[in-house]
C-alpha cells in the first residue's frame, strides 16, 4: 500500500506557457501533500504544504502566483507551474503524507521532469 | 574512498563490503530522522527511520545510527550490492511535520 503517482513523468514545454502536474495518493487518503523541487546534484527542497480545501502554504523565496497549487479533494493535489521560463526546469516530486495513529509517514511519488525550452 | 564534488559527496567502495554514509543535521529540535535512497530519475525510497529517543536501530542490512550530542546521523548498509548504488539522503523533522532533507551522498558500488 502507500502508492503515490504523478501525472506526467516527463513534460516539454515551450516559454511562456503553463504545466499542470498531477499528484495522487492511490490507495489512501492525505490531507496534506508537499511539493518538492531538485535540481541536478542538489537536494530535495520544500516548495509548499498543501492541504485540502485550503490554500497552500509556500515556504520563503517560492513564488505563490507562479506555483499554482490546488488540492481539492483527498486524493488529489495539482501543481501548475504558470508562464514557464528555462529556469524553472526541473524535478518535480510530490509526496502524500499517510496518518497512522498518532503517528505519521511522507510517502514520495516517482517525479515529474519539467523542461522548458 | 570518498569525495567531494561540487554538489554531491561521493562515496565508492567495493561489492560486498560495508559502506558507511555520513549526514550532519542543523536542528536540535528534531526529534524524527529518516534515511531515503533515490535512483537516477526516481523518487525517494524510504529505507529506515530512527526517533530521537534511539541511538541505533537496524533493518535488514541497513543500521542507522544517531548521535544527538553532535547532530550526527550515520547509515550502515552492509554487505554492499552493486543494487545500492544510488544517492541516499537523510531527513530531519520535529515530529511528523514538514521534512528537511541533507545534501546527499552517491554512492558507487562496483
Known amino acids: 500500500g502507500a502508492v503515490v503517482s504523478q501525472h506526467p513523468s516527463r513534460v516539454i514545454c515551450k516559454s511562456g506557457t503553463s504545466v499542470k502536474i498531477e499528484c495522487r495518493s492511490l490507495?489512501?487518503?492525505?490531507?496534506?501533500m508537499f511539493w518538492y523541487r531538485q535540481f541536478p546534484k542538489q537536494s530535495l527542497m520544500l516548495m509548499a504544504t498543501?492541504?485540502?480545501?485550503?490554500?497552500?502554504?509556500?515556504e520563503q523565496g517560492v513564488e505563490k502566483d507562479k506555483f499554482l497549487i490546488n488540492h481539492a479533494s483527498l486524493t488529489l493535489s495539482t501543481l501548475t507551474v504558470t508562464s514557464a521560463h528555462p529556469e524553472d526546469s526541473s524535478f518535480y516530486i510530490c509526496?502524500?503524507?499517510?496518518?497512522?495513529?498518532?503517528?505519521?509517514?511522507?510517502?514520495f511519488g516517482p517525479g515529474t521532469r519539467l523542461t522548458v525550452l | 574512498g570518498e569525495s567531494v564534488g561540487l554538489h554531491l559527496p561521493t562515496l565508492s567502495v567495493q561489492e560486498g563490503d560495508n559502506s558507511i554514509i555520513n549526514c550532519a543535521y542543523s536542528?536540535?529540535?528534531?526529534?524524527?530522522f529518516i534515511w531515503y535512497k533515490q535512483e537516477s530519475g526516481k523518487g525517494p525510497q524510504f529505507i529506515i527511520d530512527?526517533?530521537?529517543?534511539?541511538d541505533k536501530r537496524q533493518g535488514q542490512r541497513v543500521t542507522v545510527l544517531l548521535n544527538k550530542t553532535v547532530k550526527h546521523l550515520s547509515l550502515q548498509i552492509a554487505a554492499t550490492q552493486p543494487g545500492d548504488s544510488a544517492v541516499y539522503f537523510c531527513?530531519?523533522?520535529?515530529?511528523?511535520?514538514?521534512?528537511?532533507f541533507g545534501k546527499g551522498t552517491m554512492l558507487l558500488v562496483s
Open positions: 498543501s492541504n485540502e480545501g485550503s490554500k497552500a502554504t509556500y
Open positions: 531527513a530531519e523533522a520535529s515530529g511528523y511535520s514538514t521534512l528537511t
Open positions: 530512527i526517533r530521537s529517543n534511539m
Open positions: 490507495d489512501f487518503q492525505a490531507t496534506t
Open positions: 509526496s502524500a503524507f499517510r496518518t497512522s495513529g498518532g503517528t505519521g509517514e511522507q510517502f
Open positions: 536542528n536540535s529540535a528534531s526529534d524524527y
